[in-house]
C-alpha cells in the first residue's frame, strides 16, 4: 500500500524558511509519476506548489517560483518542500502527493498544519 | 491559469438522498477533471479522473459527468460516511488548480 506523510515544524517565523519532508512507503520514488506539494489555506483555497519528478526535474507554481525548491533523498525515499521569506498568508495545511505533471494527484498525505507568526 | 468555479460552496442534505456538485473551467480542459473527497484527519482520496472514471474503490452511488467546461459529481442515496468537503481539480494544464471547495453536512 501506497503512503505518504508529511513532517515539520507547526510553525515558523515570518520571514524565515518553511521546511517540510514527505516520506513515502509502499513506492520507491524514482520508480515513476511526479510527487507534488500541495497546500490548503484557511478558507479552503486549495494551491498546487510545485513537484518533482520521478527523474528529478521540478516544476513550479509561477505564483512562488522565487521562493521555492523541491528535492528530494532517493536513498530515503523521500522529498522536501523548501519555502522561503514566509509570510503570514503562508499559514496553511501542507500536503504532498503523488502526480503533477499535469495529472490528477492519486495517493496523498494526510498533511501537516504550518502557522505563520512571530 | 484556469480558474476553477465550484458551486455550491456549502450544501446540507440527508442520508439517501441525492446531491450535485458544479465544477465550472475559465477554457475548455477536455475531460482532464479530477474529483476529491477530504475528510478531517484522513488522506484526501481520488474519487473520479478523466471527468467520469471511477478510481478504484470509488462506490458507484458516485459519478462524475461533463466535458469541455462544465462538469458535474453525483452522489446518489447518500451515505453518512459521505459527508465531507469535496474539490474537482484541472489537470489540463499547468499550474494545476482547484475549485474551491463544496462543504457535504447532514441535514
Known amino acids: 500500500e501506497i503512503q505518504l506523510q508529511e513532517s515539520g515544524p507547526g510553525l515558523v517565523k515570518p520571514s524565515q524558511s518553511l521546511s517540510l519532508t514527505c516520506s513515502v512507503t509502499g513506492y520507491t520514488i524514482t520508480s515513476g509519476y511526479d510527487w507534488s506539494w500541495i497546500r490548503k489555506f484557511p478558507g479552503n483555497k486549495m494551491e498546487w506548489m510545485g513537484y518533482i519528478s520521478y527523474s528529478g526535474s521540478t516544476n513550479y507554481n509561477p505564483s512562488l517560483k522565487s521562493r521555492i525548491s523541491i528535492t528530494r533523498d532517493t536513498s530515503k525515499n523521500q522529498f522536501f518542500l523548501q519555502l522561503n521569506s514566509v509570510t503570514t498568508e503562508d499559514t496553511a495545511t501542507y500536503y504532498c502527493a503523488r502526480g503533477g505533471g499535469p495529472h490528477y494527484f492519486d495517493y496523498w498525505g494526510q498533511g501537516v498544519m504550518v502557522t505563520v507568526s512571530s | ?107
Open chain 2, 1 to 107: 491559469d484556469v480558474q476553477m468555479t465550484q458551486s455550491p460552496s456549502y450544501l446540507a442534505a440527508s442520508p439517501g438522498e441525492s446531491v450535485f456538485i458544479s465544477c465550472k473551467a475559465s477554457k475548455s480542459i477536455s475531460n482532464y477533471l479530477a474529483w476529491y473527497q477530504q475528510k478531517p484527519g484522513e488522506a484526501n482520496k481520488l474519487l473520479i479522473y478523466s471527468g467520469s472514471t471511477l478510481q478504484s474503490g470509488t462506490p458507484s452511488r458516485f459519478s462524475g459527468s461533463g466535458s469541455g467546461t462544465d462538469f458535474t459529481l453525483t452522489i446518489r442515496n447518500l451515505e453518512p460516511e459521505d459527508f465531507a468537503v469535496y474539490y474537482c481539480q484541472q489537470y489540463y494544464e499547468k499550474p494545476l488548480t482547484f475549485g474551491s471547495g463544496t462543504k457535504l453536512e447532514i441535514k
